[in-house]
């Protein structure tokens, strides 16, 4: 059974950093992991994407140049790098993985960016 679990969301400021990392467990093939944020007013907007071999880094324009997504191996570990953060990043970060054309998503890491 695939499990997820995120966590790093927090509090920061703007132009602040924070990283997020997303633990995947019982994906034994290729699968890709994104990430995907949720707000009441947006929705749900795709974020970031990667295989599970690590190739392929995608994103979203809105945060390319400021966001990194790396894959850890050793810890079948994503981790989502956040710089420069800014007021609209304040969201519910949830990682997604897609196995065998199904998804499974975790309860998401909530990120706010306040002054």
């Known amino acids: 059974q695939v499990q997820v679990v995120e966590s790093g969301g927090g509090l920061a400021q703007p132009g602040g950093s924070l990283i997020l990392s997303c633990a995947v467990s019982?994906?034994?093939?290729?699968?890709?992991i994104s990430w995907v944020r949720q707000t009441p007013g947006k929705g749900r907007e795709w974020v970031s994407g990667i295989y599970s071999d690590g190739r392929a880094p995608r994103y979203a324009d809105f945060v390319k140049g400021r966001f990194t997504i790396s894959r850890d191996n050793a810890n079948n570990t994503v981790y989502l790098q956040m710089n420069d953060l800014k007021f609209e990043d304040t969201a519910l970060y949830l990682c997604s993985v897609t196995l065998n054309s199904l998804n499974y998503y975790g309860k998401g890491t909530a990120v706010t960016v306040s002054s």
């Open positions: 019982g994906a034994t093939s290729d699968h890709a």
